[in-house]
């Protein structure tokens, strides 16, 4: 998905994928169902923001199949010409596209994590992937984006979230209470998960806003004496 974004991103009019015949993977990954859901739910993602889906199509074929591959790719070019510049078609000026599609890049472990289990349905039916993910569930989806927060009252400096976020978005050591940096979280729920339960102290927080960090001189952790 990022690829796919990312080449939209640089200016990319179309992006074409081929992928081998659907059941005919000499391997057990099945790739090319992932890859053919991946584009369903782009394609999602891309009307959201107002880019049309037809500048991305997933295809099929064998390593035989030359003719058809250049036929594909050829119809392909010829359709993406008619839609002319990406940006051009949609009335979106370069600067915004940039700006949503970052906006979509930023968030997608947040989204590969929503939506793991329909990600990893391999369907019979190559059809069954047009409507796999509604138009409504996308909006939800990126209307709905939770955010972290470590609870100063409950954190107890452990560090557990800070080694497993994979964006070094939580300052913190030993026995100073831990600060989620909101600009680099990519909220990918790791720390809340992470977070030993006794403790409870990751928050996920939907349509509030997020308290502010408490001052550096305040981040000192005071331990409660046991009740004797
Ligand atoms: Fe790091 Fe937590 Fe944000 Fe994931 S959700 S990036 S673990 S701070």
């Known amino acids: 998905m990022g ?15 081929g992928g081998c015949r659907l059941g ?42 030359g003719i058809r591959f250049a036929r ?27 700006r949503r599609i970052q906006e979509v890049i930023r968030l997608i472990p947040y989204i590969k994590v929503s939506k793991k289990d329909k990600l990893s349905l391999i369907l019979e039916n190559k059809d069954e992937y047009e409507n796999l993910y509604t138009k409504e569930e996308i909006e939800q989806l990126l209307t709905e984006i939770p955010s972290y927060y470590i609870d100063p009252e409950k954190c107890q400096a452990c560090g557990i979230c800070r080694r497993r976020c994979p964006v070094d978005a939580i300052s913190g050591e030993k026995k100073k209470i831990h600060v989620i940096d909101q600009d680099k979280c990519i909220k990918c729920g790791t720390c809340f998960e992470a977070c030993p339960s ?31």
């Open 3 to 17: 690829f796919v974004l990312r080449a939209f991103y640089n200016g990319s009019d179309g992006v074409f994928i």
């Open 24 to 65: 005919e993977c000499n391997y057990t990954t099945q790739g090319n169902y992932h890859a053919l859901n991946m584009v369903s739910l782009c394609k999602r993602l891309m009307e959201h923001i107002g880019i049309d889906p037809d500048r991305l199509r997933i295809e099929f074929m064998s390593s035989a199949e």
């Open 72 to 98: 594909l790719v050829t119809d392909f070019i010829k359709d993406i010409k008619e839609l002319g510049p990406i940006g051009e078609r949609e009335g979106i000026t370069r600067e915004e596209l940039k």
């Open 198 to 228: 006794r403790f409870a102290a990751v928050q996920r927080i939907v349509g509030e806003p997020v308290p502010p960090p408490i001052p550096e001189e305040q981040r000192v952790l005071q331990r409660k004496k046991a009740a004797r």
